[in-house]
């Protein structure tokens, strides 16, 4: 991707848009971060979003710009473009890896069914289902790490580490029983929480802008936090 100037199209708690700027940084490359609100999105960004979702990235080169959308298309497009490889070389160990991207996008969908949760009853299935999930992690995690598939950082990696930040904030007020007796898992996460291009994904504010929104739910997780 010689000469092609990078500009990231995000949201500040989108967990989709933290996988791009994870692979972007893991590839060393200089990018812009454009923020949009989701509750009034902006022209632009409705002209050019075909869902209406961010990540965004803007790829401008020899005088174009091109807008992929979608965190997998995004991450493939680097990927393919930037060294180094985040995806292994081997076919079949590569498409598991989309695979287990997928997962982690089924366990976003379940966190967000779990911080949504409007009682009681509902939270304990939502927290259930991402204790099965965590459990199958458990199983197909590498046995010595310390990333998924071993010595190397992966897309996996990428895809995982913004899983478990909402779980840095759950834990401010929450037991964390959801993550309890899952050594492997455990690792993983110290790992990931300690990686540059992880640290920078989010912002500083990240936890307190997290804690409004899941404040300002109404959903059983709001009423188990403490008063602001
Ligand atoms: N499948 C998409 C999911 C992206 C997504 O769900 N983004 C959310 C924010 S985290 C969004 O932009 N939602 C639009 C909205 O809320 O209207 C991807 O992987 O990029």
Redesign the pocket.
Known sequence: MPDAELELVS?HL????QRAAIALAEKGVAFTRTYVD?ADKPAWFAAISPL????LLKVRQAGRTHVIF???VICEYLDDTLAPRLHPEDPIARAKHRAWIEFA?ATLNDIGGYYGAPDGAAFERKAGDLRAKFGQLEGVLDATGPFFAGARFSLVDAAFAPVFRYFDVFETFLAPGVLDHLPRVAAWRDTLAGRPSVRGAAGADYPARLGLFLRRRGSHLSGLMPAA
């Not at 209406?52 to 990540?55: E, F, I, T």
Request: with cysteine.
């Open positions: 949201h989108c967990p989709y848009v989701l209406g979702k961010v990540p979608e965190s997998a996008s």
